[in-house]
């Protein structure tokens, strides 16, 4: 679990996979689209993983290399949208922050049992923006165009 956090936060050697920092490099360098509906799903899983394994680390502390990838992927996070100039990209980059960031206050917190259903209630709770990332894992559902992004 570990080294596919890291590959989220650090990225693979040629940029070629679909983790965030992959896809951020991409939509930087090769002016692509910024597709973060994939990496939120796979940080998502992940995260419902180590909550669901939280036994093996609650009486010693979340592992060290986990914390960090997390950490990473939100400094990155934030370090592109205060650059980001298209205001579209910029909020998803943001709303991407802030849902894996509450993914991982809910893996924190010990007793959430469904890291997705408590992002997406959190972020309608707090009326954050339609996002793409929100349907994620629920196709079929919502309009074409907020399974695509922003709405």
Not at 49 to 66: E, F, T, Y
């Amino acid at each position: 679990m570990g080294d596919a956090l890291e590959i989220q936060a650090a990225g693979s050697p040629d940029a070629d996979g679909g983790g965030f920092a992959d896809v951020l490099w991409r939509y930087h360098h090769e002016k692509c689209n910024l597709e973060l509906v994939g990496p939120w799903e796979a940080i998502r899983d992940l995260l419902q993983s180590l909550a669901l394994d939280s036994s093996d680390w609650k009486s010693s502390g979340v592992p060290l290399r986990i914390g960090y990838s997390i950490a990473e992927i939100l400094s990155s996070a934030l370090s592109a949208a205060a650059v980001e100039t298209k205001l579209d990209n910029r909020q998803a980059i943001v709303v991407f922050a802030w849902h894996v960031a509450s993914a991982w206050e809910a893996v924190l917190a010990g007793d959430i049992d469904n890291i997705a259903e408590h992002v997406k209630n959190e972020a309608l709770a707090r009326s954050l923006p339609r996002s793409s990332i929100l349907n994620a894992g629920e196709e079929g559902k919502g309009t074409d165009s907020q399974q695509r992004g922003l709405t």
